[in-house]
């Protein structure tokens, strides 16, 4: 079958490995010059999302100020920005959480092998190092956090609770004044470089026949019963004012893993799908003195932002802005930028501080998909030669390399071995039952 792939991100790329994996002819589209050059480039690091930083559950925008939630939340008068946020905080209840962890989890599980799988074959070496300290600084934050604890241990999930002076004795890095709740350890949890990964990847798939077509936007996905195919036009040629060149390339099926860039596509389609852009924000900064430098990755569990030392750099992200539709279509203000940058920067202040020379960091601004139920959407769509993989939030880039399963299978009609309550809850029709 030949597959055409929007979308050059973590994603598209792991979903191009699943296909060409499965016998598919596979040509991937690409607006940048190369992959890994949208939200996948910024990403945090964390491979795969435990009960503690999936962005919906007990503590997810517990508290609405910056400073507390870690998320920059600035609705102004919009509606629909605020249901959003008030259905994401209906999975705070512990049973709901639970519940949705419970769909979430098959997915992770199969991310976890399938990630497992292709460093094997491929020899992958990414950067990944494993240990993942979560800490909490506040004791009512901590008494928040427990329906996920209670949720790690129902699950059998290896973690250890720890007192803040365990922390520091296990992270020397982490200040032990002023006093702080405590921490969780994740062992066995990796973080990695997953646009080193994405590249790669993308080399193996150069080598197994899987086409690239990079410096190309889709301007428009065109379905019929026989074929599928996208229109294609220069990136900036949706300018009216310009003439416009457009190519067709037409194939049996469609996979949109375009990111936040994938709900205008599907849009034309008449497929509205209530996701929500969120911008996340890194910082990258040299390490500024070696005996401060953490040799595990912490995040704060709460204003959930990441921060992982590879080599002589720390990497930290987090610092969303959640904004309305019409705002977020344009550029950041300065302002609302210069708020999420400084809760990246108060959190190495606050849990590593002397580790990085922040004056040097380098910033980075990225838009990622975030579904009012905290899952991804993956799977068919109303069209049956158009697949979707996208939506799955700042937590755990890994889960897209999972859902690439979960697409190709659906391509070989080989589903019969995923839950259906997993399937049901990442489908794009859930959105409208």
């Not at 040509?27 to 945090?44: K, N, S």
């Not at 102004?76 to 989890?105: C, I, S, T, W």
């Not at 995040?299 to 959930?304: E, N």
Request: charged content about 20%; hydrophobic content about 45%.
């Amino acid at each position: 079958m030949d597959v055409i792939v929007i979308g050059g991100g973590i994603s598209g790329v792991a979903t191009a490995y699943q296909l060409r994996a499965a016998g598919h002819r596979v040509c991937v589209v690409e607006r940048h010059a190369t992959v890994a050059q949208g939200a996948t480039y910024g990403d945090g690091g964390a491979l795969l999302p435990s009960p503690l930083d999936v962005w919906f559950g007990p503590t997810f925008m517990r508290q609405r100020q910056p400073r507390d939630s870690g998320i920059v939340y600035k609705p102004g008068l919009n509606g629909g920005v605020r249901r959003f946020v008030k259905q994401l905080g209906a999975l705070r209840e512990p049973d709901a959480f639970a519940a949705q962890y419970a769909r979430l989890r098959p997915l992770i599980d199969v991310s976890r092998d399938t990630l497992a799988d292709i460093e094997a074959r491929l020899e992958l070496e990414f950067e990944q190092k494993p240990g993942i300290l979560h800490v909490v600084r506040d004791p009512r934050d901590w008494d928040a956090l427990q329906p996920a604890l209670d949720l790690l241990r129902t699950l059998d999930q290896p973690y250890r609770t720890l007192t803040a002076d365990e922390c520091t004795a296990l992270e020397p890095s982490v200040p032990a004044e002023p006093g702080f709740a405590g921490g969780v350890l994740l062992e066995t949890e990796r973080t990695g470089n997953c646009p080193l990964f994405a590249k790669l990847v993308k080399q193996t798939l150069d080598e197994h026949g899987v086409q690239f077509r990079f410096g190309a936007d889709v301007a428009a996905i065109r379905v019929d019963n026989g074929r599928a195919a996208v229109e294609l036009v220069p990136p900036g040629n949706g300018n009216p004012a310009k003439a416009r060149e457009v190519d067709v390339m037409s194939a049996d099926a469609i996979v949109v893993a375009a990111g936040a860039g994938s709900l205008a596509l599907l849009e034309r389609l008449g497929w509205r799908l209530p996701l929500h852009p969120v911008r996340t924000h890194t910082l990258t900064a040299p390490v500024a003195y070696e005996e401060h430098a953490p040799h595990l990755s912490v995040v704060d569990s709460i204003k959930r932002i990441s921060i992982t030392r590879t080599h002589q750099r720390l990497r930290i992200g987090g610092g969303a802005v959640l904004q309305s539709l019409a705002d977020t279509a344009k550029p950041l203000a300065e302002p609302l930028s210069e708020a999420a940058l400084a809760l990246l920067g108060q959190a190495v202040h606050d849990w590593v501080p002397g580790a990085a020379r922040i004056s040097a960091a380098l910033s980075w601004q990225g838009m990622q998909l975030l579904s009012p139920d905290g899952l991804p959407v993956v799977g068919p769509t109303p069209h049956p030669r158009v697949f979707v993989n996208f939506g799955h939030g700042p937590a755990g880039w890994g889960l897209a390399c999972g859902s690439a399963k979960v697409v190709a299978d659906y391509l070989g009609g080989n589903v019969q071995h995923w839950p259906a309550d997993t399937l049901a809850a990442l489908s794009a029709g859930r959105f409208t039952t």
